[in-house]
């Protein structure tokens, strides 16, 4: 008895334990994505154009490492190491298969509010000048990057508790007017930070409220301090870069390798200044002795945590927001799904461990991942093998940086946000598509300019949600209860078989950011549903059938459907009679919902639009311009199935 006990539960333990096992290999390959991709990875397809996209992406890493950790008011050298760290941990932990994470402007100017404040370029007198065994910098140095180090740990810190408390689904308040204007205001903040060493001219740290507005007025009243040598070279800069980068991406289908303009700026500027030695003759400001090598690891300065909160959830917010749209982007484009909550947890990870290693505080640019884009990148591999690259860079190349004017790191600075800047033009899309989401996009701007980058976020979410909650009191997606009189409203009018085909879809509320989401999640999982119920009867019945989507057909196993090629054409009738009022979110999904049902080789039509719908559906994505999709009735959209259905049969016939 005892040993037939035994076996009992060695059997009971053996099922708790394999569950539990199975678990805990499904939690890692979903909180470790590289366990996802990297076995499956194709080195005879993927790894050339990962190679010449992590060369490119070096080039980018290098430049805008050294130039926005002096945007962060620390020693360059520290940029270069923000380079590195952050992005080998983001490969790991993150989703996004073309985002390059490392230095961003935006959190870099957060941080430097941070920098100057507790460690002010007037304290550099105080400190002991005298060099420090850690890379040969001063102590005044050591004490700006570790305030900038405590800003990224604090900042990584709350990234990864709002993964703990699984925030990343409120993710979807986070509206595109809203982040346009957020992320185009903070380039403006970037460009006008450089505006002094652009003009080179010497100019106090200015930052707080209107502080964009008092750094040009000092430069005005100033204006006569400027140097013509720098201006010139910045314009020369400038030009050669916007030139070079709009021929790169007017050729680049014709040409293998594009030209890594900045990478030949830098060094063509150095060679020329150590010539002709611009720092002495000209006055011209240069980047300096950057050491060789890493520093051992050393925990960021606790002390200060509590000084720096307001710049932690700056970045935190900031980071994230402009990260993850760049992710979410990255996925619509090559059809793969980014986790919100994860990317959380990654870019939290990406600032708090590299917070140890002298770095300051990362997310992902838009300029990175559009290198990505388009060196066609296909993997996070491109990230790796550019981090080789800024390995090299940090033990061999650096010191050959020092004379690298200033200006032209400046000028690489303002030519990289140009991706930003541009959004600009996104305010006549907004302007017909929603008259509110206009006035939302240019009162976030305004905000973001006159205070910062996280108010205006902030500002630009509650304007959102007030304006919203004034419009309607509860969001709700669809309905599909009245199918079925609508089915046998139409039943005299057309043949069984052709209804079988047809699914029509009330949309009851109107379309805005709140449901958004849902809403395109209902619709798949309506074309989807009955697909998964008819392929366990297919298993069941051992018929296979290659029927592309089951649920608009409910057809059954028979010997036409059992050939390969036999399914047929379904069709997916949206009634737009309830969406009273829509704002650019909403028409947005509406038109990705199309794009994937069309992926899917279902029909849409739309029924009861209004004209405004109509003109906004037009501006944002003009879905097949070819045929008419638009009706005024859903039994004017019925008729249109039945007689398209008639003429192919008739064409098919003619065919025979």
């Known amino acids: 008895m005892t040993g037939t006990k035994r076996k009992k539960k060695g059997m009971l333990w053996s099922k708790m334990q394999t569950p539990h096992c199975e678990d805990f290999k499904q939690w890692c390959r979903r909180r470790l994505p590289i366990l ?37 008011s620390v020693h360059p050298v520290f940029g270069l190491y923000g380079s590195l760290f952050p992005a080998i941990i983001y490969a790991i932990f993150g989703m996004g298969r073309h985002v ?24 550099q007198n105080l400190t002991t000048q005298s060099n420090t065994s850690t890379l040969g910098l001063s102590e005044f140095e050591l004490r700006r990057i570790g305030v900038a180090a405590a800003v990224s740990f604090l900042g990584g810190v709350i990234q990864v508790a709002m993964f703990a408390l699984q925030l990343g689904s409120a993710t979807f308040l986070l509206t595109e007017p809203v982040i346009s204007a957020m992320t185009t205001g903070a380039a403006t903040h970037v460009v006008t930070s450089q505006v002094k060493y652009l003009l080179g001219m010497k100019m106090p740290y200015i930052s707080g409220p209107l502080g964009f507005f008092y750094i040009y007025a000092y430069v005005f009243e100033n204006i006569k301090s400027f140097r013509l040598e720098a201006l010139l070279l910045s314009l020369l800069s400038i030009v050669v870069l916007i030139l070079v980068k709009e021929l790169n991406e007017q050729f680049k289908r014709k040409i293998k390798v594009v030209l890594p303009v900045d990478l030949v700026l830098i060094i063509a500027a150095s060679f020329a200044c150590y010539c002709t030695n611009m720092e002495i003759t000209y006055g011209l400001e240069v980047v300096g002795h950057i050491p060789k090598g890493i520093p051992p690891p050393r925990a960021p300065p606790m002390n200060v945590l509590s000084a720096v909160i307001t710049e932690a959830f700056g970045v935190a917010l900031v980071g994230y927001v402009a990260s993850l749209a760049l992710a979410q982007g990255s996925a619509k484009k090559y059809k793969y799904s980014v986790d919100d909550n994860q990317e959380f947890l990654a870019h939290g990870l990406s600032n708090v461990i590299p917070s140890f290693f002298f770095c300051i505080p990362s997310a992902a640019a838009m300029g990175r991942t559009a290198g990505l884009y388009s060196t066609g990148a296909k993997t996070q591999v491109a990230c790796l093998i550019s981090c080789i690259l800024v390995l090299i860079v940090i033990y061999a190349v650096g010191p050959l940086l020092y004379w690298l004017p200033m200006c032209v790191l400046a000028s690489i600075i303002v030519v990289g946000l140009k991706g930003m800047l541009i959004q600009f033009r996104d305010l006549k899309k907004y302007w017909n598509v929603d008259k509110i989401d206009w006035g939302i996009w240019v009162s976030t701007y305004v905000f973001t300019i006159c205070f910062a980058a996280n108010v205006g976020l902030l500002f630009g979410v509650v304007c959102t949600i007030a304006i919203v909650i004034g419009r309607f009191p509860r969001a709700k997606t669809l309905s599909i209860k009245n199918m079925k009189e609508m089915e046998l409203k139409v039943k005299t009018e057309m043949d069984s078989e052709t209804l079988q085909q047809v699914k029509i879809v009330s949309i009851n509320n109107p379309l805005v950011f709140l449901n958004a989401k849902k809403f395109h999640t209902d619709i798949m999982t309506i074309i989807q549903k009955e697909n998964v119920s008819n392929q366990l009867l297919d298993d069941v019945s051992k018929c296979e059938q290659n029927t592309l989507l089951n649920s608009l057909s409910n057809g059954n196993c028979n010997e036409e459907a059992s050939q390969p090629g036999a399914s047929e054409k379904c069709f997916l009738i949206l009634d737009c009679s309830g969406v009273t009022f829509f704002d650019y979110s909403g028409v947005s999904m509406l038109v990705e919902v199309y ?48 007689s398209n259905k008639n003429l192919s049969k008739l064409s098919d016939h003619s065919e025979v």
């Open 100 to 123: 390059a994470t490392g230095t961003f402007a935006l959190t870099s100017l957060i941080s430097a509010n941070a920098v100057e404040r507790l460690v002010p370029l007037s304290s």
């Open 595 to 642: 794009n994937d049902c069309k992926s899917r080789s279902v029909d849409v039509s739309l029924a009861h639009c209004t004209a405004s719908l109509v003109k906004a559906m037009k501006y944002c994505g003009n879905p097949d311009s070819e045929k008419s999709i638009y009706f005024d009735s859903v039994s004017a959209a019925l008729s249109n199935i039945y």
């Open 36 to 72: 996802e991709w990297a076995p499956q990875y194709n080195l005879k397809e993927n790894l050339l154009p990962d190679t010449m996209s992590g060369i490119m992406l070096a080039v980018q890493q290098v430049t805008q490492g050294l130039a926005f950790a002096i945007l962060s």
